[in-house]
């Protein structure tokens, strides 16, 4: 399987703050990744897939970058709704992996 | 707009078999998606199951295969999880999600709202 490493664990920022978290793949997988947001008691949501294209919906202050290896999830302007988990997930080979996850919390 | 909710058992004995369903509304099961299911152990992160295309063609994890299967029923507009030889390791949150097959967009894009089901005699 491909491994994926998030980090930080735990984020800790302020509203408007610029936040980036960092995933890293133990393979290349070009730029086949997404980003999900999870908040407690709900079910993970897209934000963005193929490294860096935003799903419908997401605010603009969601970007992500990166390919082969290691890719990044920015915010731009932390918004309270943002405070919630995230995790990377790779889809270029089977079976689909995922990180551990970064809790973004109020600093 | 799709919708995926999944049902079953929230208790299952140890050495048991978890079963639980997912029934598609607002689009058929009958499309260019893979049908999968996903789990996320209290606190924890999120681990990939398997799923199934509606010819029936299906792909699991290498660390569940020997346990998991995933089965479809087109006619319920449904698909079903089977989990054998159950220990406290597998009380999960179990979800069920959506896989578009297309060139770009092979995520999961619509989610359950996830069913929690605990390993306990």
């Known amino acids: 399987d491909i491994q994926m490493t998030q980090s930080p664990s735990i984020l800790s920022a302020s509203v408007g703050d610029r936040v980036t978290i960092t995933c890293r793949a133990s393979?290349?997988?070009?730029?086949?990744l997404a980003w999900y947001q999870q908040k407690p008691g709900t079910a993970p949501k897209l934000l963005i897939y193929?490294?860096?294209s935003l799903e419908s919906g997401v605010p603009s202050r969601f970007s992500g970058s990166g390919s082969g290896t290691e890719f990044t999830l920015t915010i731009s302007s932390l918004q309270p709704d943002d405070f919630a988990s995230y995790y990377c997930?790779?889809?270029?080979?089977?079976?689909?992996?995922f990180g551990q996850g970064t809790k973004v919390e109020i600093k | 707009q799709v919708q995926l909710q999944e049902s079953g058992p929230g208790l299952v004995k140890p050495s048991g078999t978890l079963s639980l369903t997912c029934a598609v509304s607002?689009?058929?099961?009958?499309?260019?998606?893979?049908w999968s299911w996903v789990r996320q152990p209290p606190g924890k992160g999120l681990e990939w199951i398997g799923e199934?295309?509606?010819?029936?063609?299906?792909n699991y994890n290498p660390s569940l295969k020997s346990r998991v299967t995933i089965s479809v029923d087109k006619s319920k507009n449904q698909f079903s999880l089977k989990l054998s030889s159950v220990t406290a390791a597998d009380t999960a949150v179990y979800y069920c999600?959506?896989?578009?097959?297309?060139?770009?967009?092979?995520?999961?894009?619509?989610w359950g709202q996830g069913t929690l089901v605990a390993v306990s005699s």
């Open positions: 997930q790779q889809y270029n080979r089977y079976s689909w992996t």
């Open positions: 393979e290349s997988i070009s730029r086949w």
């Open positions: 607002g689009g058929s099961i009958n499309t260019n998606n893979w």
């Open positions: 199934i295309y509606h010819s029936g063609s299906a």
């Open positions: 999600a959506r896989r578009p097959d297309t060139d770009v967009k092979q995520v999961f894009d619509y």
């Open positions: 193929k490294a860096s």
